[in-house]
């Protein structure tokens, strides 16, 4: 008889293999669960203590019920998420930079930030260096160039991740955020400016997925390493 390899709690099936078959477990994506919803999910996972647990699009107030059942577990406010090393994650030599155009695109890069974190990966940050000053990018270039992956997160018109994409070899991760005016169109401006780009190597996640495009360049990350 085949083993199971998830844990069926009725509301949800928790897929407890995903550490084993993709070196990072399932990722609890908290948006429209219930608290009792997400506490029984986030236990059946932390039972694994040697690896991470990770819970995206998480309240504060969420967060404070989580932290009396779940020992060592964090939260970043400005990502919006809750978070809890494990013992046994294995260091990725391949360093992500993640960039950002403005201030505001921050919280979804600090969402990459984390996971990236949580899988090993070491990080560098140059935020607000978008192209309405372009030449504070420009004066990033020896940093852009060292990097083995780059995470461009950007919204309004979502031009920064061609422009870097041009200044470098390394593969660049894309991720439009939905901050800007109303023909933005809730960052759906940005998302097809990063499609279109005419800059090869670019990958494209989809608006505001600041986890989807930490978690690609992790896995890029380990295979340059």
Known sequence: MTEKKYIDLGFACVDTDRQARRGFPEVIFCQSKTKDEIAHIA?????????????????????????KKIKGLEFNEKAG????????????????LIVTAGTSDIPVAEEA???LE???SAVKKLYDVGVAGVHRILDKKDAL??????????GMEGALASLVSGL????????P???GY????????ALLTMINSCSPGIAVVNIDNGFGAGYFAGLVGRVKA
């Open 43 to 67: 236990l059946t996972l932390a039972k694994d203590k040697n690896a991470p647990i990770l819970l995206t699009r998480l309240k504060a107030d969420c967060f404070r019920y989580l932290k």
């Open 81 to 96: 998420l809750a978070y809890r090393r494990g013992r046994a994650t294995n260091k990725i030599g391949a360093e992500v």
């Open 113 to 115: 930030a984390v996971t």
């Open 118 to 120: 949580l899988m090993g």
């Open 145 to 154: 160039q060292k990097a083995s992956v780059i995470i461009v997160v950007a």
């Open 168 to 175: 470098v070899s390394c593969p660049v991760v894309a991720v």
């Open 177 to 179: 955020t939905s901050c």
């Open 182 to 189: 109303g023909a933005s169109f809730d960052g759906l401006s």
